[in-house]
């Protein structure tokens, strides 16, 4: 019976940090982005963020990002500095192809630095991405 149950695997879907300039604040940000890579569009996007280190915790967030065009991104969330010494996920729910898919995200405490920043699909920017 196990074997007939089919769990779909979430591909061509990230979770991105990306630091951007504050002209309100003027100050730089980490904002979270969800990418959608994929060929078709994503429906009912929710994701829902937290972050720990030992036994300190962060709230958990939740965010309904509604639903993302392929090649698109959408912002999740801003990162304050504090919590860049916390390991963060983010377990990202969606629907595609008639499926329920979900993926977790996990960047470990202190991989959000400037010296671990690559491209960024879709977005053309230079940011992290989570494994």
């Given at each position: 019976?196990?074997?007939?149950?089919?769990?779909?695997?979430?591909?061509?879907?990230?979770?991105?940090?990306?630091?951007?300039w504050?002209?309100?604040?003027?100050?730089?940000?980490?904002n979270?982005?969800?990418?959608?890579?994929?060929?078709?569009?994503?429906?009912?996007?929710?994701?829902?963020?937290?972050?720990?280190?030992?036994?300190?915790?962060?709230?958990?967030?939740?965010?309904?990002?509604?639903?993302?065009?392929?090649?698109?991104?959408?912002?999740?969330?801003?990162?304050?500095?504090?919590?860049?010494?916390?390991?963060?996920?983010?377990?990202?729910?969606?629907?595609?192809?008639?499926?329920?898919?979900?993926?977790?995200?996990?960047?470990?405490?202190?991989?959000?630095?400037?010296?671990?920043?690559?491209?960024?699909p879709?977005?053309?920017?230079?940011?992290?991405?989570?494994?």
């Amino acid at each position: 019976m196990k074997k007939d149950i089919e769990i779909p695997i979430a591909k061509n879907v990230h979770v991105a940090i990306i630091p951007e300039w504050n002209d309100e604040f003027l100050e730089k940000n980490w904002n979270a982005y969800i990418i959608n890579d994929r060929d078709t569009v994503i429906e009912a996007v929710i994701a829902v963020s937290n972050g720990y280190e030992g036994d300190r915790k962060t709230s958990t967030m939740r965010h309904g990002l509604g639903d993302i065009p392929s090649k698109e991104y959408r912002k999740i969330e801003v990162l304050q500095e504090d919590i860049l010494a916390f390991n963060n996920e983010f377990f990202v729910t969606f629907f595609a192809d008639d499926k329920l898919y979900e993926k977790r995200f996990l960047f470990e405490k202190y991989t959000i630095s400037e010296s671990n920043l690559s491209p960024i699909p879709v977005m053309e920017l230079e940011g992290v991405l989570a494994k």
